[in-house]
């Protein structure tokens, strides 16, 4: 759930260059570990982190300061409703961040070190009979 989540950028940047119909190089991925960055796809997920928050400081502050009672009874089922379904997504951003620090800490290393190369040769060479 949480990686359907954090993709949301890469799906929505794909939706608007098959709009404007722009043509992207076919770029193979890394075989190996980057090291020391932070994925570029976590900048929205850090937008919605901080649209979130100064959405909730303004909430709280409005409610707080500029309301009458009246309309502050009015409007609490529909406030704290909307703001428990907004601070699902904005868990969902938190953990994937975690994740992407997590990844930031990774070390590089190379897949074929764990290969042994001799040791396949030799099992093909034994299923093959020679």
């Known amino acids: 759930m949480i990686m359907k989540f954090a993709c949301w950028p890469v799906y929505l940047m794909g939706f608007v ?3 404007v ?6 770029i193979p991925t890394a075989k190996q570990a980057v090291i020391g960055k932070i994925s570029p796809f976590a900048k929205p997920l850090l937008v919605q982190i901080v649209v979130f928050v100064f959405t ?3 909430i709280s502050y409005d409610r707080f300061n500029l309301l009458t009672e009246v309309e502050l009874i ?3 089922e529909i406030t704290y409703g909307m703001l428990a379904f907004a601070f699902i ?4 951003a938190c953990a994937s961040m975690y994740a992407v620090w997590e990844s930031s800490k990774l070390t590089s290393e190379s897949p074929w070190e764990e290969v042994d190369l001799n040791q396949i040769k030799t099992e093909l060479s034994q299923k093959s009979g020679t």
């Open 17 to 19: 260059l098959s709009l």
């Open 21 to 26: 119909d722009k043509e992207i190089p076919y």
């Open 56 to 58: 909730l400081a303004w």
């Open 74 to 76: 009015a409007s609490y």
């Open 89 to 92: 997504p904005f868990l969902l």
